[in-house]
């Protein structure tokens, strides 16, 4: 297992033509400094952009994975990140003199060879990993996808794929450590069905796309008039379409298009910003679930950086003891109300409110009868909140949250000393710096306050 980060000796450059743009391009790998981790810079624009290469920048999925920050984007990343990922490459800044990088034959071979050729170099610094501690699922059901990444000692895959062809019969593809990339997975080419070429080319995808950049797989033969069509879009068709693998060389193993979703995956999963320990099992992986998979591992690798930033002892149950939100937190007693944080995920929080009988509030309000007014309900349930949105602001101690809106509040039973709130939130919409969120309290499981708040983010001036 590589310890040290790394990057190349030496800058190297690949040149072609781009598969959905059609874009001819040339590619450029630097070197790096540690921590620096992959970022293309559009070199071809005014000012020479930077896009990140992760997954918070990701805009479309369709047929490739898409990048944009700040207006600029940067198609098809997924064969090049693969490839830096594959070879365990930390640190490159990408140069691009166009909109996409180069499809090449279609696989991640010749960035592999580019990078061998320059040479890899380790770095004075540890490599931080994100070890896969409980299984993380994506599905969607409709579709028969599923992606489980479980925990391992390093980063391995598994594959499944069915088109239902009786050209690609179903299949799979196993790596058992980044070891393998380079030999097993990164040689094997993406590939596309005859019947799904017109649409994709009408929709202004494969406008660079070629017989010698893709596996084409037709299963049957098409007619006359959509035989024309096809040569006229694509003039590398020879001759007759036939049923089967078009291209004149056969597949480059039995089972290529699984090793290639396979190397997709390692490309797609590189935009968590971190190298993984663990094993993905991947039934029909595409970009869409692929992202989404990345997209939980990035949440969890910002909650870990939140909490080792915040939370100083290690206590069993809790993610942010009353420590850790005194130092989140701007609110001081008597208004701070949350007392911890049990869970804590992308999208949902829960924490903690001991109510006792020295709550200031119980001195005046019914007095012979103490409630605990719910108003301070609702605030304890706001400042829960803005522990939510931790995971979208950089630094917590630049902004305030302030909430703009309460509303649907509803009240269904007394708090009263000795009650222990459970506090229970859910991110519902979260657009630039305006968050939506539903909130709940239980008591003993029952419910005994519900509302929707809408929070605004405001930079400290």
């Not at 070197?31 to 005014?46: E, I, M, S, T």
């Not at 320059?118 to 599923?146: H, L, M, T, W």
């Amino acid at each position: 297992m590589v310890l040290k980060q790394h990057t190349i000796q030496k800058s190297v450059s690949v040149s072609g033509t781009g598969l959905h743009t059609g874009a001819a391009a040339t590619l450029t790998f630097h070197p790096a400094p540690v921590n620096h981790g992959y970022l293309f810079k559009r070199v071809d624009l005014p000012d020479m952009p930077v896009v990140h290469a992760l997954v918070d920048f990701v805009v479309d999925t369709s047929r490739g994975t898409t990048l944009a920050e700040g207006g600029v984007q940067v198609h098809t990343v997924e064969h090049t990140l693969a490839a830096l990922a594959g070879l365990q490459i930390d640190n490159v800044l990408i140069e691009l003199d166009g909109p996409e990088p180069p499809i090449m034959d279609g696989s991640s071979q010749a960035f592999v060879e580019a990078l061998l050729a320059a040479g890899i170099e380790e770095q004075d610094a540890n490599r931080e990993y994100f070890q896969v501690s409980e299984p993380i699922y994506f599905q969607d059901p409709e579709k028969g996808i599923e992606l489980i990444l479980t925990p391992s000692s390093h980063f391995s895959a598994t594959v499944m794929v069915d088109y239902h062809s009786e050209v690609l019969l179903p299949q799979q593809a196993r790596m058992r450590d980044l070891g393998d990339f380079p030999s097993e997975i990164a040689s094997s080419r993406t590939f596309a069905f005859v019947h799904e070429l017109e649409a994709l080319h009408q929709a202004g995808l494969i406008q660079g796309g070629s017989i010698d950049s893709a596996v084409v797989v037709a299963e049957q033969m098409p007619d006359a008039d959509s035989q024309a069509r096809l040569k006229t879009i694509f003039p590398d068709f020879k001759g007759e379409i036939k049923a089967g693998i078009l291209n004149e060389s056969a597949l480059r193993s039995p089972n290529e298009p699984a090793r290639h979703k396979l190397l997709d995956l390692v490309g797609d999963l590189a935009l968590a910003g971190m190298p993984i320990k663990g094993h993905v099992l991947a039934n029909k992986p595409g970009h869409t679930a692929n992202v989404e998979l990345a997209k939980k591992v990035r949440a969890l690798i910002k909650q870990k950086r939140i909490q080792e930033k915040f939370q100083k002892a290690d206590r069993k149950g809790i993610i942010f003891d009353i420590a850790a939100i005194h130092e989140i937190l701007p609110h001081r007693y008597p208004f701070l109300l949350v007392d911890k944080i049990v869970e804590f995920t992308e999208n949902t929080i829960t924490g903690i409110k001991n109510v006792t009988f020295n709550e200031q509030f119980f001195q005046g309000h019914f007095p012979g009868n103490p409630v605990m007014p719910g108003v301070l309900q609702l605030e304890a349930m706001a400042q829960v909140g803005g522990i939510l949105l931790l995971n979208t602001i950089e630094d917590p101690k630049s902004v305030w949250v302030l909430y703009a809106a309460i509303d649907n509040a509803k009240f269904k039973k007394p708090v009263i000393p000795g009650d222990t709130l459970v506090l229970q939130l859910e991110m519902t919409a979260l657009r630039r710096s305006i968050c939506k969120m539903s909130g709940k309290i239980f008591v003993d499981g029952q419910l005994t306050c519900s509302a929707d708040l809408t929070a605004s983010v405001v930079p400290k001036t």
